[in-house]
């Protein structure tokens, strides 16, 4: 069996830490043989900088363009960088002024002060008039501007998609780059069938992996969209509640 979660407004608390009660459950599920799993539209550099990599054994990056088993990586798939520095510089000529940033090697660039929407970040600057060095992971237009997503549908090619985040941020990755896929590979690596999964989100990067494992559950706060398809809705993530319902639902019926 395997239980995959989204992390920010789902596992972790407001202030992005894993509270101890979590952490212990967690360490309960792993004792009794049942594989835990991230999966988050992250870097890896902003997990394993904030949480114990002890606590899991799975983890899917980019919202599946990465997906590693412990320390072995299962799969990268990433965007051609000659057809992402085609993309911005349209954007650019497009839309003067509009922020976007890129995820490339574990590293973050962006041509606006990308600490105005996350704090603290280590990044460079960049005005994309030069090459890329190396493959791109995401693409991150920053939505603060009160932009629609819908706007740059028209720009992206045929193998990618674009999906907005907490109504800040517009994601544009590869279609095969979803957390769905991610926990599919992880299931085929590991002989996990999907019907053993139980998957746990809150927004809409989320729903595919709800919708598709065995039991999909949605945290209270989560977007309507996500509790549709969800079988069940669970605490809140201050109120620990990935933790208490795996308690509830797995630890306590196992005993």
């Known amino acids: 069996s395997m239980i995959v979660s989204d992390l920010d407004r789902t596992l972790l608390k407001k202030d992005k830490t894993i509270s101890e009660y979590t952490a212990k459950i967690i360490r309960e599920v792993r004792a009794q043989g049942i594989y835990f799993v991230i999966a988050t539209a992250r870097p890896k550099r902003a997990v394993l900088g904030e949480i114990d990599k002890l606590l899991f054994e799975g983890s899917i990056y980019h919202n599946g363009s990465m997906v590693f088993f412990g320390d072995k990586l299962l799969s990268h798939d990433s965007i051609n960088k ?35 929407i996350w704090s603290n970040i280590n990044y460079t600057h960049t005005n994309y008039r030069s090459a890329l060095a190396g493959n791109v992971d995401k693409i991150i237009i920053n939505l603060t501007n009160g932009m629609d997503i819908s ?105």
């Open 82 to 116: 000659d057809l992402a520095l085609d993309i911005i510089k349209q954007f650019i000529l497009d839309h003067p002024g509009i922020g976007i940033a890129i995820e490339i090697e574990d590293h973050l660039y962006a041509n606006f002060d990308a600490g105005e």
């Open 151 to 255: 706007a740059y549908l028209e720009y992206l090619t045929d193998d990618l998609y674009i999906e907005e985040s907490e109504k800040t941020i517009g994601m544009i990755m590869k279609k095969s780059d979803k957390k769905e896929t991610g926990v599919q590979k992880l299931c085929d690596y590991l002989g996990v069938s999907l019907e053993n999964v139980v998957a746990f989100g809150d927004d809409y990067n989320d729903i595919g992996m709800i919708k598709e494992s065995g039991i999909g559950v949605a945290v209270k706060d989560a977007i309507k969209e996500v509790k549709e398809v969800a079988d069940y809705v669970c605490g809140s993530n201050e109120e620990d509640g990935v933790a208490k319902w795996i308690e509830k639902h797995i630890l306590e019926r196992s005993l």
